[in-house]
T-cell receptor, first 114, second 114 residues
Framework: EPEVTQTPSHQVTQMGQEVILRCVPISNHLYFYWYRQILGQKVEFLVSFYNNEISEKSEIFDDQFSVERPDGSNFTLKIRSTKLEDSAMYFC????????????FGPGTRLTVL | AQSVTQLGSHVSVSEGALVLLRCNYS??????LFWYVQYPNQGLQLLLKYTSAATLVKGINGFEAEFKKSETSFHLTKPSAHMSDAAEYFC????????????FGTGTLLAVQP
């Protein structure tokens, strides 16, 4: 059964460093998402991406964040200069179409900023 | 603004007992509603979804949920709990037609006692 994969499973970085979180969505999906979950808090929407551009972003998704689909398979989230408060679990999700509304989630990347 | 509230961050039931996880939503337009489950060290898996068709929705693993507009609720139930149901459960909402982003509740951790 196709699934969304994410690498790495755990990333530790120093404050101020750049990190790139990688996702491989399900191959025939067209809609891509990033969410995050700070420990003990709810899962929060960051950004949605369709047709090679951002379709929606939350107020969390500021200039320090960017997303990219560099080839036909990967979908990346970059944080340019990490802060302590960026420590969280980051989930990638993909969906086949907007009408379906079903999003398939990856296992997450735990980001720890020291 | 749309939101969901999950009553009870921890619920414990005995194996074979009824499972009831509560979710109330707040939405100014007819919402689409979802229940996701997260097993340890895994991503979020869709259990079921309500998209304005039948108000009683059946999902995977014997779970079902009923959309009650008068009560703004979408509670998740299962007649008989199994040990394998132990996981964290998230209710989520997305307003129909406007956006695909999911707005999650804070989650309910279900423990099943033998």
């Amino acid at each position: 059964e196709p699934e969304v994969t994410q690498t790495p499973s755990h990333q530790v970085t120093q404050m101020g460093q750049e990190v790139i979180l990688r996702c491989v969505p399900i191959s025939n999906h067209l809609y891509f998402y990033w969410y995050r979950q700070i420990l003990g808090q709810k899962v929060e929407f960051l950004v949605s991406f369709y047709n090679n551009e951002i379709s929606e972003k939350s107020e969390i998704f500021d200039d320090q964040f960017s997303v990219e689909r560099p080839d036909g398979s990967n979908f990346t989230l970059k944080i340019r200069s990490t802060k302590l408060e960026d420590s969280a679990m980051y989930f990638c999700a993909s969906g086949r179409d907007s009408g379906n509304y079903e999003q398939f989630f990856g296992p997450g990347t735990r980001l720890t900023v020291l | 603004a749309q939101s969901v509230t999950q009553l009870g961050s921890h619920v414990s039931v005995s194996e074979g007992a009824l499972v009831l996880l509560r979710c109330n939503y707040s939405s100014s337009v007819p919402p689409y509603l979802f229940w996701y489950v997260q097993y340890p060290n895994q991503g979020l898996q869709l259990l079921l979804k309500y998209t304005s068709a039948a108000t009683l929705v059946k999902g995977i693993n014997g779970f079902e949920a009923e959309f009650k507009k008068s009560e703004t609720s979408f509670h998740l139930t299962k007649p008989s709990a199994h040990m394998s149901d132990a996981a964290e459960y998230f209710c989520a909402v997305t307003p129909s037609g406007a956006t695909n982003k999911l707005i999650f509740g804070t989650g309910t951790l279900l423990a099943v006692q033998p």
